[in-house]
């Protein structure tokens, strides 16, 4: 898959291209993406356009936490995705371009559109003022067709990115997996903890989530970790293990099943599945020791009737 990143330079032809924000990657996304992957067989260039920093963050005070980070979203992409990814500069000055402008630079000019995906409520350019109507207008001028897809429903209501991160923000991982198509994933690299979990026989692996990175409540997880082509089962907790820290800094700490290597600076994906608990602060090592054996069951258990 092609990369482009921050940058406006670039060309292409005889494109098909899906326009959108697509944080999550959910099911509403896989639609536009399976129409790419249609067309790619026809021999046209699949292309994903988007941006490189949430529109949200411009111009608002406070930072939007994202349901994936950049990295993220190109490394689920790479096996299945376009082609080409651009993740075009957000910038004020792309944020003040024309919407006819855009249509004409970057989709006719610079992408060579053939076929434009978009959802029925896409927006773009100054103001937002470009929507499905203004492509359509110029899709015979400039010898492209627009695919319209509706948004798709879950438990009665639109599935958004908007909407997954709400209830995320309340620990309902298996809502959100539902509407995200596949399970809500965590990346990075494990980094050195206290290693405590050896101490106690039952080790674990530490990544610190990126910045920005929209995390569900601290607790308690089952969870499946993928490294190397494999998947292993597990369970997670998220949090500032309060029994054992002070920093207050948030981490992810897994307890992989049947798994006794080495893990340092090995990049791994955590995904999630179903939340048990709370984070708690316990009175001793050795209670937490017991919460974590019940933490394990609970995990296996899950995994036993629902894999």
């Given amino acids: 898959m092609d990369y482009i990143c921050g940058k406006t330079e670039f060309q292409y032809h005889n494109s098909c291209v899906t326009l959108g924000k697509f944080d999550g990657l959910h099911r509403g996304h896989q639609l536009l993406l399976s129409y790419l992957a249609k067309y790619e ?28 980070t950049e990295e993220e979203k190109k490394s689920l992409l790479t096996a299945d995705g376009p082609q080409v990814l651009i993740s075009y500069p957000f910038t004020k000055e792309s944020a003040s371009m024309e919407p006819e402008e855009f249509i004409k630079q970057v989709l006719v000019k610079q992408l060579d559109a053939k076929i434009i995906v978009v959802g029925n409520d896409y927006r773009f350019g100054s103001k937002r003022r470009g929507d499905v109507t203004m492509l359509q207008e110029y899709a015979l001028e400039y010898g492209y067709e627009v695919i319209v897809c509706e948004k798709i429903m879950f438990d009665g209501q639109v599935i958004s990115s908007t909407r997954i991160r709400e209830e995320l923000r309340k620990g309902k991982i298996e809502y959100v997996n539902e509407m995200l198509g596949h399970p809500y994933t965590i990346m990075g690299d494990v980094v050195t903890g206290r ?12 990544l610190l989530p990126a910045t920005h990175k929209l995390l569900p409540p601290n607790g308690v997880y089952a969870s499946m970790v993928r ?34 290597g080495n ?21 001793s090592v050795e209670e937490l020791k017991e919460r974590m054996q019940k933490d394990i069951v609970f995990a296996k258990e899950y995994f036993k009737h629902k894999l």
């Fill in 41 to 68: 067989k026809l021999g046209f260039t699949s292309v994903m356009f988007t941006f490189d920093y949430h529109p949200g963050n411009l111009f608002s005070e406070r930072e939007i936490d994202l349901i994936y």
């Fill in 195 to 206: 290693q405590l979990g050896r101490t106690i026989d039952i080790p674990t692996v530490n």
């Fill in 227 to 260: 490294f190397d082509g494999k998947s292993y089962q597990g369970v997670t907790n998220i949090g500032c293990k309060p029994t054992v820290e002070s920093s207050g800094q948030i981490g992810v700490e897994t307890h992989i099943f049947d798994y006794h």
């Fill in 263 to 283: 893990l340092y600076g090995k990049h791994i994906e955590v995904e999630l599945y179903a939340f048990e608990r709370g984070e708690c602060k316990f009175t």
